[in-house]
């Protein structure tokens, strides 16, 4: 029998605390840990220099959405209460609950997901379900992407721990002090052979005020460029690279569970259920298009970035209650964190990330 979130507890914070200590980091005060922990200790993010993991394979994939009732039944039901946060993306979804949905309302889920590009589930159970139960209903979307750098759970690998509080601000220190803004647009581990598809992020610990998440829709970015601009850049390719993310994670002793890889992606992608064309670029993670000279290549994709970061009409907030659970499309969006509170606040939230097809050129 799978043990309980309760169980599961007990041991945590010491063993995370450890981890973060073996990662040369500022050591977490224990004092601090016990009168002010988090919510859920399980998934306090964990380190090991020693984890290792093998290089990703190909595989086949059908997206569930394909397999969908293009009416919903199972998701949109009688009792769901739907409301839009804008025309291009976002929908936050009350009165169904993810963790009971059927195999059927699971795949709904995933066209849904396709379609608004993001979804704000409300009021879920989800965060109290266990990591069996949790990583088995999201391997439905495809294999879980095993991070190469960032915090997960001991024993868990598919967990991507996103944790910040007084003492650990790794947003921060991954863009910088020294920066006029803190948004850092981009799509999830975009340099994977196949990246990811349908998206889970689930909060835990969330400030009263801030803490949002940005999403912009690459759909509607491309749909509003020329179509004699479109032509140009359907056919392209670009470069996207795991060297950054993974230098910085030695810098600070940090693990490098995976040797990072550099991918050729389609400029331009075309979602495989509903047809979309989208741009795939994103300041994370693109560096260069195959084929450009440098000064070509850096100008081209300074007027993509500039045009999708500026494009407040098609750029939603993604803001968290209790019980909030996040599904989003990562082919077809971009997105950035706001971390606009009080340092001395937590925010602690898990991500689940299945790996799609391999891009498919518009």
Known sequence: MAPSVADLAQSTVEQATNSVAKLNLKETKQEKVEEKGPSYPFYYPYWDVDEKFPPTELFEHTDPGLRADPKKPNLLGPNTKVQHISPYLGTEIRGVQ??????AGLDELALYAAERKLLVFRDQDFKDLGPDKQIALTKRYGPIQRHPTSGNVKGYPEFHVVYRDADRDPFREYLGANRLFKTGWHSDVSYEKQPPGTTFF???????VGGDTLFASQVEAYNRLSPEFQKRLEGLRAVHSAVAQAEHSKQRGGPVRREPVETEHPLVRKHPVTGEKALYINQGFTRRIVGYKDEE????LKFLFDHISKGADFIVRASYEPGTVVVWDNRVTVHSATPDFDKTIRRHAVRLTPQAEVPIPA
Request: net charge negative; aromatic share 12%; glycine share 0%.
């Open 202 to 208: 689930f909060i835990l610990d969330q400030p009263d």
């Open 297 to 300: 290549s850096e100008w081209l």
């Open 98 to 103: 993810i963790s009971q949905l059927s195999e």
